[in-house]
């Protein structure tokens, strides 16, 4: 894979590595907004089947970017929260239940939990991080698998964490789940379009993922996958457009209990969105033709040599098995003053996050070996 900078709008004088905080856009997909946004203006030309076609060709791409047999099982939301939600407040969980949560998750991926464990006298149970660098990232998996036992009904939790890169070994999460029963939500939002994901493999009960970030789609739409144990819950709000035959505009008023196939009772009202929705399809199309694992491969050449420096220096970056290559952190020797580091990287104008206790670091396509070289200048 090469360098894909010419396709995207970033300007040349600054070194972006935050596509965790979002991404830069494709010119394409500018392109098909502004189009997109300017048809609103001949609403003759927008016709009734208009509010379908689009909307089932991105749930089509969607589930072939994360291999998910059935299109059906994939929904349009606007928000991770709301995709979680959808997914919690269908998961029966009885007094004295446990609810698993990796540590320091966005709080999308939290609050619900919260509210959820509250309502059912449940017991949330937060795995905390290591403290020790010493193979952190292995020991945090194996305290996750240890933590599930009879009294799981659900654990929710990222692929990749947003805050240090940290990657999860789902698939074996997934075995000591099933071993018990217990279901398994996961916050795609930081890794699915830059790393692999297989429905196919890690059988998740749903997956969410924000699109502004590594789907390279617009803000305020993202995608779900809800598996079949959903296929009968009650969605978050109630849309006519999820209702069986809603595609009969005169028949809107025979109102209809049933719903549409499987996890459609689950999309946002609007999700025809005219705008949003062609965006994100041709995010996902270029997502499909790259591959999430070059885009992987691409990551881990552009980046190796300034983590293998850094590391002789004294910082902490996760060995490669325990985390992505589009995502990690980088925690700071003692001696470093991080307020002069944040100083720096200002002066040079190379974008980073700050979170938690790392210097969070994500690149993407449009990056190059010339931007790490320049990240560890200022790291020196
Ligand atoms: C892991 C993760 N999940 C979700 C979100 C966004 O959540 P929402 O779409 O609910 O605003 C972010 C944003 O940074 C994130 O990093």
Known sequence: MQNQKQLFDLSDDVTYLNGAYMSPQLRSITEIGLQSVAKKAR?????????????????QRFASLIEASDYKNIAIIPSVSYGIANAANNIPIKKGDEIILADEQFPSNVYIWQEIAKKNEAILKIIKSPTEFENRGKKWNKNIIEAINHKTAVIAMPHVHWADGTLFDLKAIREKTKTVQAMLIIDGTQSVGAFPFSIKEIEPDALICGGYKWLLGPYSIGMAYYSDAF????????????RYNSEDFASL???????????????VGESSNFVLTPMMIKAIEQLI??????????????????????????????????????????????????????????????????????VRISCNVYNSKDDFMRLLNCFK
């Open 289 to 358: 033709e790259w591959q999430p694992k070059n885009i992987q491969n691409y990551c881990e050449q552009i980046s190796k040599e300034m983590i293998n420096k850094l590391r002789d220096l004294g910082y902490f970056i996760e060995d490669s098995q325990y985390r992505a290559h589009h995502l990690f952190g980088i925690y700071l020797p003692k001696h470093i003053n991080s307020e002069k580091l944040k100083t720096s990287l200002k002066e040079a104008k190379i974008i980073v996050s700050f979170r938690g206790n790392a």
């Open 231 to 242: 296929n009968d819950g009650t969605p978050i709000e109630h849309n006519w457009m999820n």
């Open 253 to 267: 008023t025979q109102y209809e209990n049933r719903y549409q196939e499987k996890a459609a009772r689950y999309s």
């Open 43 to 59: 609403p003759d030309e927008i016709l009734p089947k208009d509010f379908f076609i689009q909307k089932e060709i991105l749930k």
